[in-house]
């Protein structure tokens, strides 16, 4: 009897140490097999562009294929939600943003929690907003344009990639008027259609519009910081043209489901950091309108605590101006 209940201890404490050994194996092992990154928005806008460029440019120093996955709808959900259920093992990450770590918490009625199910791995870069409308517009500035949408009530659609979001958000502290919302599942298609003249006006990051402001296929009020871009010097800073204080960035960082092993966070950190501080990888960034944090806020550690400062910043302002999923 001694003899099998010795055993039997045995096996037991073999089967709680498993699971350890486990995890400690798959981190000693990474990365043996294609890593993915998924973009939760439609190609085409600023997230599909940072990821597209750190998936190619974090290849070699993982010794791996990354692979970016366009996963759009409900604001962000579907693709942030699908790697909080993902495998703690470093092959799912997903590329967040301001929308969907700091907002969808507070408009949406999440399955998963936007801090808790998550590992912060790296900050890559912000990107202050453009107010944009389409040439279709009859202004030629802020003051006009809010002017006309003074005499034009509900008549001027805004394109937004859900409740809460930046463009949501921002028109409603701006212009203090009220728009016909309309939900996208990303930038690209927003900027497809206001070029097209089928909305109005959207809040937009550089990278995605600086292109068609430049061609002339749609206008450009202001920007949300405080100074001008230097990617766009002839946009007025919301300062200028009287809005001040209303300075917004589109952040965009790296996020693994949590559980993930600490070095395997330090990897894809060391990973992600390396890309955004090549120096051409930085001048291409920098020439369409991101900012790069410096090093001391790149690492996992500063992620999270900016992540939480952001949302005691912004979620008494969501839920002040009653702005709620429908």
Sequence with gaps: MNLLRRQFLHLGAGAVVLPA????????????????????????????????????????????????????????????GRVARAAPDGYTLV??????????????????????????????????MLLIASRTVPANDLSEFIA??????????????????PAHLLGFLSTGTRFALVAYRGAGPVIQDIVAGQIETTFVNLASSLPHVRAG??????????????????????????????????WAGLF???????????????????????????????????V???????????LGDYQKAEIEKWWPIIKAAGIKAE
């Design 21 to 80: 050994l486990s995890r400690v194996a798959r981190a000693q092992a990474y990365s043996a097999r294609p890593i993915t990154i998924v973009v939760p928005f439609a190609p085409g806008g600023l997230t599909d562009l940072m990821g597209r460029i750190v998936a190619e440019c974090m290849r070699p120093s993982l010794g791996q294929t990354i692979i970016v996955e366009n996963v759009g709808g409900a604001a962000g959900n579907i693709g942030t």
């Design 95 to 128: 590329l967040g943003i301001w929308n969907t770590h700091v907002a969808n918490g507070a408009t949406y009625s999440l399955q998963y929690d936007i801090v808790r199910d998550f590992e912060p791995v790296a900050l890559l870069a912000d990107a202050p």
């Design 217 to 250: 296929s749609m206008k450009a009020f202001a920007i949300t910081a405080k100074n001008r871009s230097a990617a766009a010097p002839d946009i007025p800073s919301v300062d200028e043209v009287g809005l001040p204080g209303l300075y917004f960035s589109l």
């Design 292 to 302: 790069i944090p410096p090093r001391e806020q790149q690492t996992p550690e500063a």
């Design 148 to 165: 006309w949408l003074k005499a034009s009530p509900d008549k001027a659609s805004m394109g937004t990639v859900g409740a809460g979001s």
């Design 256 to 290: 693994v489901p949590k559980g993930t092993p600490k070095n395997i966070i330090s990897r894809l950190n060391a990973a992600a950091v390396t890309t955004v501080d090549d120096p051409a990888i930085r001048q291409k960034l920098l020439e369409q309108g991101f």
